[in-house]
């Protein structure tokens, strides 16, 4: 009987912390049965669409112009994402205080670095199916993520990672391919 109320009492907090953060910020979809067993930040008019039953853990940050979407049953776990074009996130990911840029935040020539950033400075990233980002991990714009892959704890990824293997490092190496 105890499990069963707590289950009862645990759905109807998320369910008020949904209602209360899809007020706080009308840019964020909530899908049905989405955890935030802690907190979300959006920030400078970005969208974010979440999908079902995909759980928020300590605090998940959301900022820029752009646009995300993260998928169902998925787990960002002190995640940041700075999208000034787009963030997708596939279904089943898991990722874990890391973050993803898609922007560069400024110009890169010495002349042009206090002007706005131009469209040269920003690509979005895509990020496919049961990908698991390890903690302090760092994508860069313009990448994509194939299914199936693990990105390690504190790699940098510059560039696109085929489905199904390992990366690692500064600059990203495949140490590891999932043969089926």
């Given at each position: 009987m105890g499990g069963i109320r707590r289950g009862f009492v645990l759905r109807t907090v998320f369910a008020i912390k949904r209602g209360w953060y899809r007020l706080r910020y009308p840019r964020l979809s909530l899908g049905r049965g989405v955890e935030i067993r802690g907190r979300i930040r959006l920030r400078r008019g970005v969208r974010v669409r979440i999908g079902d039953r995909t759980r928020i853990n300590k605090l998940v940050r959301f900022a820029g112009p752009?646009?995300?979407r993260v998928?169902?049953?998925?787990?960002?776990n002190a995640t940041w994402v700075g999208t000034w074009t787009s963030v997708s996130i596939g279904d089943r990911c898991l990722l874990s205080d890391c973050e993803l840029l898609d922007n560069d935040f400024h110009n890169l020539p010495p002349e042009q670095r206090h002007d706005p950033?131009?469209?040269?400075?920003r690509a979005p990233i895509l990020v496919e199916d049961n990908v698991w980002i390890g903690a302090h991990a760092l994508v860069l714009k313009g990448?994509?993520?194939?299914?199936?892959s693990v990105v390690?704890?504190?790699t940098v990824v510059r560039s696109d990672i085929p489905p199904r293997v390992v990366v690692v490092g500064n600059p990203q190496q495949t140490v590891k391919k999932f043969h089926d």
């Open positions: 752009g646009e995300v998928g169902s049953d998925c787990l960002l950033p131009t469209p040269l400075t990448v994509r993520i194939g299914r199936d390690g704890a504190a």
